[in-house]
């Protein structure tokens, strides 16, 4: 048996690879059987998977690699796979199905009749024996009438061995292409299967996730909707008989998306990262309040968050500024600008009494890496104190922060496109990765999205934009 990897995203998408060997190595590194872009696949590591095969069986083992190892949604150490098995390398890394392929049968050589002596001796004297005077006597010359005759019937005999010859290649053409049909629409149907099951699963993995995460609900209706239609749609497309290419291509995707959104582990960051979250309350010089979110990244107490949380649209600055830390309950502590840019939607916050404060994990300094379908994750305050658990006097109220999850959109110089549900008081909210990193600060969204065209500020920018003290957190 040999077994066949059909790489469908990635720098290496549309090739497939086979393979006649125990051992597969994976990876980037050039030495691996297997092998992703180097400079492209960059989820991928210089020696990321190993699969061993033997007895029959297929066990494929993440040979610890940065970001993981992934079979149909689930991330393994050591796992053993079938046939059609959607493995991902790396959180948002390339995608790829896995194949058996029986190995093909070598015709066997035609064996070739040796003649005794005999046998060659008799050929011999038949060939040099004399021809029968019979043979070479002069036949009588036909009149012309019967000659003609005997040339159409000739010439017919072949027109009609010709006809013959055309019909049994139609017959059999038409049953070869038949054939080539009939394989073809059935392989479509196994493939069109196996994306639903997949999905299937995938969904089901992806639910539990977020059960256990408690992130918004929108997320999770998202990520339903989405497999539902999509599997609505190719059944209904399958049973038409219709092309389903288009639709088993969306699936593949979504399920890409899926399946990264399902890899990551969303309690850590929270844990990592929602204690040093802030609420923000700020009141203006004409009186007007407001509130936004914001996160801290130095211990003495340096917040960042947008520059129209504190800064009116004319120019005006706020006029009192304070804040409280994710969990607390009337711990209103003072702040004051220290910055504001005048390129980005950025702010710096300094607390006026320094302490000793919960950080963020880290700002990530370059967001190169950040791909379109890359998993997300928010926290801040929509809706500001109008969310569970955040009524109440201002003065006693508890901050609770809530997590929301996405993904990337799309990448720009100066903006890091979402989808994922924000509403009025994200505005500052920071955007992590699946490793648990800064990768941007919310600043807004479409306003005809319903929330769920979220912009935000590259973390690239505001590294360059930090107060030399604040180096420590840059990753």
């Known amino acids: 048996m040999s077994v066949e990897f059909r790489i469908t995203s990635g720098a290496r998408a549309g090739t497939r690879e086979r393979f006649e060997k125990s051992v597969v190595t994976i990876g980037r590194h ?38 993981g190892t992934f079979v149909n949604g689930q991330r393994i150490n050591e796992h053993e796979i079938a046939d059609g098995d959607l493995i991902v390398f790396g959180v948002s890394g390339p995608q790829v199905t896995f194949h058996i392929v029986p190995v093909e049968m070598i015709p066997a050589t035609p064996s070739t009749r040796v003649e005794s002596p005999e046998g060659r001796a008799a050929a011999a004297k038949a060939k040099v024996s004399p021809t029968p005077a019979s043979a070479t006597a002069a036949k009588p010359r036909l009149n012309t009438e019967v000659r003609i005759a005997h040339a159409v019937q000739k010439q017919t005999g072949k027109l009609r061995n010709m006809v013959i010859g055309l019909g049994v290649f139609v017959v059999v053409g038409g049953s070869g292409v038949a054939y080539v049909l009939v394989r073809q629409a059935e392989e479509a149907r196994k493939q069109v299967a196996t994306l639903l099951a997949m999905n299937d699963s995938l969904a089901r993995n992806l639910e539990l996730r977020l059960q256990q995460t408690g992130v918004a609900d929108a997320a999770l209706k998202a990520a339903r909707d989405e497999t539902e239609r999509l599997n609505r749609a190719l059944r209904e497309r399958q049973a038409a008989g219709g092309d389903v290419r288009a639709l088993s291509q969306e699936m593949r995707t979504a399920q890409a998306r899926t399946a990264s959104m399902a ?19 700020v009141e203006m010089p004409d009186g007007t309040t407001s ?11 340096l917040i960042v968050t947008n520059r129209h949380v504190v800064q009116a649209m004319d120019g005006s600055r706020a006029g009192r500024l304070g804040v409280i830390f994710e969990g607390q309950k009337g711990a209103w502590k003072e702040a004051r600008i220290e910055y504001v840019s005048a390129d980005d939607e950025l702010a710096l916050l300094r607390l006026v009494r320094p302490g000793s404060y919960p950080i963020v994990n880290g700002i990530a300094g370059d967001t190169r890496s950040v791909q379109v379908g890359s998993p997300i994750a928010l926290l801040g305050f929509p809706l500001g104190t109008s969310t569970a658990g955040m009524g109440g006097d201002i003065d006693t109220l508890t901050a609770l922060a809530t997590m929301n999850i996405g993904t990337v959109s799309k990448t720009l110089a100066d903006n890091i496109q979402l989808d994922v549900y924000a509403a009025q008081g994200s505005s500052g909210s920071p ?22 065209i979220i912009y935000s500020v590259p973390s690239s920018r505001l590294v360059r934009q930090l107060p030399a003290d604040a180096a420590g957190v840059i990753r």
Request: aromatic share 8%; no cysteine; glycine share 12%.
């Open 30 to 67: 050039p030495m691996n059987d297997l092998r992703f872009d180097a400079n492209k696949d960059i989820d991928v590591s210089g020696r990321h998977a190993e699969l061993r095969s033997a007895g029959g069986k297929h066990v494929l083992y993440d040979l610890d690699s940065t970001n």
């Open 263 to 281: 890899g990551v582990d969303y309690p850590a960051i929270a844990a990592a990262n929602k204690p040093a979250i802030v609420f923000i309350a």
């Open 291 to 301: 509130s936004g979110t914001g996160f801290n990244i130095l211990p003495s107490g």
């Open 431 to 452: 955007v992590f990765d699946s490793r648990g990193l800064v990768i941007g600060v919310l600043y807004g969204a479409q306003r005809e999205s319903n929330g769920r």
